[in-house]
């Protein structure tokens, strides 16, 4: 059974602070690693896709993988209000499917 | 880019009814397409996987009779609910994988479906 797995939350965070998400998962297998976010009501969005050790930064956000200890995390730095959301960790392995983690919710209080 | 649209966005059908909700790429070719269903506060949950030109995949539990998929072209998939009942009402999210971008799945916006 490959489960990823995240912290329900909430987590809160000051505005201008940076937030950061983590997520484990089981299968050394995966190979590649994904972010959505999802406001509430709405559909998720992806952010962010990261395949190799390492960081990837874009903007606000930064993913980091580091598949020897099998997590994958995600900063957002200068956190703003409009960042409260749900985010949902994905991975993918060797299917058509991702497996989705339960998401984290997301406070940025001003 | 990786735009993908649903239709319609909210329906309201009485019971014992179908419903056809589409999903359409955009810009780009969908050569997989993926239905999800997302009760309020829930996870979501995959119902099917379909690739272009052939039968769906239906995830364990889920009707394939009732849960009617179809993936004729490379931009459009369709999910028909037959015979709605109240229990139904739920968020239908479709997604689309399709190169270049090998693993990425984008989403549609939803469908709320309402069964009275």
């Known amino acids: 059974q490959k489960e990823v797995e995240q912290n329900s939350g909430p987590l809160s965070v000051p505005e201008g602070a940076i937030a950061s998400l983590n997520c484990t998962y089981s299968d050394r297998g995966s190979q590649s690693f994904f972010w959505y976010r999802q406001y509430s009501g709405k559909s998720p969005e992806l952010i962010m896709s990261?395949?190799?050790?390492g960081d990837k930064e874009d903007g606000r956000f930064t993913a980091q993988l580091n598949k020897a200890s099998q997590y994958v995390s995600l900063l957002i730095r200068d956190s703003q209000p409009s960042d409260s959301a749900t985010y949902l960790c994905a991975l993918h392995y060797n299917t058509d499917k991702l497996i989705f983690g339960t998401g984290t919710r997301l406070q940025v209080f001003p | 880019g990786a735009v993908v649209s649903q239709h319609p966005s909210r329906v309201i059908c009485k019971s014992g009814t179908s419903v056809k909700i589409e999903c359409r790429s955009l810009d780009f070719q969908a050569t997989t397409m993926f239905w999800y269903r997302q009760f309020p506060k829930q996870s979501l949950m995959l119902m099917a996987t379909s690739n272009e030109g052939s039968k769906a995949t239906y995830e364990q539990g889920v009707e394939k009779d009732k849960f009617l998929i179809n993936h004729a072209s490379l931009t459009l998939s369709t999910l028909t609910v037959t015979s709605a009942h109240p229990e139904d009402s739920s968020f239908y999210i479709c997604?689309?994988?399709?190169?270049?971008?090998?693993?990425?799945?984008?989403f549609g916006p939803g469908t709320r479906l309402t069964v009275t």
């Open positions: 990261i395949y190799s050790n």
């Open positions: 997604s689309a994988r399709g190169p270049p971008r090998a693993y990425e799945q984008y």
